[in-house]
């Protein structure tokens, strides 16, 4: 079977690369169902803490494969069930920094916002143009990019269906860091060690946490993110992160 991602691991940080270039990444069935099942074994191993998504130089991924959708129906749509596989994503805990370069768009577009950390190349490009196939976004996209960037570029964005640019996209909320293009996968693997290196308890409740407040009312999500803090003085991390500051020392942190 073709190996439509590449996995490896570099230290306490799992990588995948989506692995079709010729197709700019399109993502087709098989590769959602191995994407999905390598993010599910990189959240459940202990040896790692930080999972890093990539895609090509060309492409991060250029949407949905159409070739899967062209001759579908609703009936065949709705048994497909394809969105309870970008619910298993949406289930990860750790972080993903997902570093993008060139074309991200459709489902590309939805898969980077499912990701946490996002590093994108000076020459990457965002957008969802399904409204250009007569379709809409299915994966996420009306809610997350409006959450990201606020009603105007949203409906810009997927009424249009045009592209915005890295620096459109980072003045607009959706991307973390713009880096030239030589840096992008670099970059995604320097934030993913700082990352690494942090209580990990820490890390996973803060990303629920700032998840959070894309779900809930204000006063709902500080009162969850109360909880979770609370909870994080049950570990020996935060002794020991707290104590090694006041030794001036650097922690060592060890997940219990
Ligand atoms: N599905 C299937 N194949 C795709 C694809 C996609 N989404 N995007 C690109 N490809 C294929 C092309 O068909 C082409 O294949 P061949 O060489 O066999 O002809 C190959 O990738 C290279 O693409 P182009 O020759 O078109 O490259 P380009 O540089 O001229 O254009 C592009 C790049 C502007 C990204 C153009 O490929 C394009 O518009 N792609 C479609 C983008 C799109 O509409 N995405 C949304 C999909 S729907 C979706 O994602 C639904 C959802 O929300 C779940």
Redesign the pocket.
């Known amino acids: 079977m073709a190996e439509e991602i590449l996995i490896e691991t570099q230290d306490r940080v799992g990588v995948i690369t989506l692995n079709r270039p ?3 990444n ?3 069935l098989e590769l959602m169902k191995q994407l999905v099942a390598a993010l599910e074994a990189f959240d459940t191993d202990d040896n790692l803490r930080v999972i890093v998504l990539a895609g090509g130089e ?2 991060f ?9 062209a001759d579908s129906n609703v009936v065949e749509q709705v048994k497909r069930n ?1 969105f309870a596989r970008w619910e298993r994503i949406r289930r990860i805990s750790k972080p993903i920094v997902a570093a993008v370069s060139g ?1 991200c ?6 898969l980077m916002m499912h990701c946490d950390i996002i590093i994108a190349s000076e020459t990457a ?1 965002f ?4 409204i ?2 007569g ?5 996420g ?1 009306t809610q997350r990019l409006t959450r990201a960037t606020g009603k105007a570029t949203a409906m810009d964005v997927i009424l249009t ?1 045009r592209t915005l640019s890295a620096a459109e996209a980072l003045a607009a909320g959706l991307v973390s860091r713009v880096v030239p293009k030589e840096h992008f996968f670099s970059e995604a693997m320097k934030v993913a060690r700082t990352i690494a290196q942090k209580a990990p308890l820490a890390v996973r409740f803060a990303k629920e946490s700032v998840l959070k407040a894309h779900e809930t009312a204000l006063s709902e999500g500080l009162e969850y993110e109360r909880k979770l803090f609370y909870l994080l003085f049950a570990t020996q991390d935060q002794r020991e992160g707290m104590k090694a500051f006041i030794e001036k020392r650097k922690p060592n942190f060890t997940g219990e």
């Open positions: 010729k197709q700019l399109a993502l087709n060309r492409a991924a250029a949407g949905a494969d159409i070739n899967d959708m394809q074309h768009l459709g489902g590309g577009c939805e490009q957008g969802q143009p399904e250009n196939l379709v809409m976004p299915g994966a996209g269906g």
